[in-house]
């Protein structure tokens, strides 16, 4: 793994709140899977011919004093494991213990990550943020992308050979894959439409699933709308809540 040079910006804002901004460059040789899971900033994915994966991060914090921006530095840590070609990337913090007591009132900072990842077009890739809108391109591979507050838009160099996901709660979901796609199309929205160009025809509605709870027996409806483009193939699945779905054909 190569570092590049590290950068350092810390200030006082006009109002009273320390802010400290840092970024860096790592390089990670040799990988074919991608794994990111960050809370709060936005994440883009570009692919590439080589294969090696160059990540460029940003590290914002705010903080109500120079006690809890010091807290923050130590607590709030970007954790980066390999292991059989595959990176993990993963933004650690206390807000990963699920303690109801924890929060950022309480802690006093709020901590931001913003990546920008070189991958190889043809990885697979898991990546996640809570708070921040999602950007893929260039990629062939299969995988999944999921944010809760912001659009996802994924555009693929080739035609992904195994199944995908991409999902947000608040936010568009707009994909663009290459035509003579051969996939089934789940697309679900609460709160929009859904729209596409490739020649498609419906398959057969899903059963429902039928769980048992407090000794009764319920039948939940899967109630996605499911496409076939092309011969089919693997599974693509598109959802949001609050926001449109496009699946367009690019050239």
């Known amino acids: ?12 804002a006009a109002y009273g709140e320390v802010q400290d901004r840092s970024t860096e460059t790592r390089t990670f040789a040799g990988v074919h899977s991608v794994v990111l899971d960050n809370v709060s900033g936005t994440v883009d994915v570009t692919g590439y011919s080589g294969r090696d994966v160059v990540v460029e991060i940003e590290k914002r914090i705010s ?3 120079q006690d809890r921006l010091e ?3 130590k607590e709030v840590k970007l954790e980066a494991t390999e292991s059989d070609g595959q990176l ?3 933004v650690d913090g206390p807000f990963r213990c699920n303690c109801n007591s924890w929060g950022e009132r309480r802690s006093g900072y709020h901590v931001t990550y913003d990546f920008k990842l070189r991958i190889p077009a043809d990885a697979s890739f898991d990546v996640r943020t809570v708070n921040g809108g999602m950007t893929l391109a260039g990629i062939a591979g299969a995988g999944r992308a999921s944010t809760v507050n912001g659009g996802v838009r994924v555009v693929y160099a080739k035609n992904p050979p195994g199944a995908v996901t991409v999902e947000t709660i608040n936010g568009d979901v707009d994909v663009t894959l290459r035509r003579g796609l051969s996939a089934d199309l789940r697309m679900k929205t ?6 596409t160009d490739f020649d498609v025809t419906p398959l057969p509605a899903e059963p429902p699933v039928q769980e048992r709870r407090n000794g009764k027996f319920i039948l939940r409806t899967q109630d996605a709308a ?7 193939g693997p599974e693509l699945s598109f959802k949001t809540l ?4 496009f699946v367009r054909s690019g050239n």
């Open 63 to 65: 903080a109500e004093s």
């Open 242 to 245: 609050n926001g449109n779905i």
């Open 226 to 232: 499911r496409v076939r483009a092309g011969a089919g």
């Open 1 to 12: 793994m190569r570092h590049a040079a590290l950068l350092l910006l810390c200030v006082v």
């Open 190 to 195: 609460m709160n929009g439409g859904m729209y």
């Open 71 to 73: 807290a923050a530095r």
């Open 88 to 90: 993990k990337l993963l």
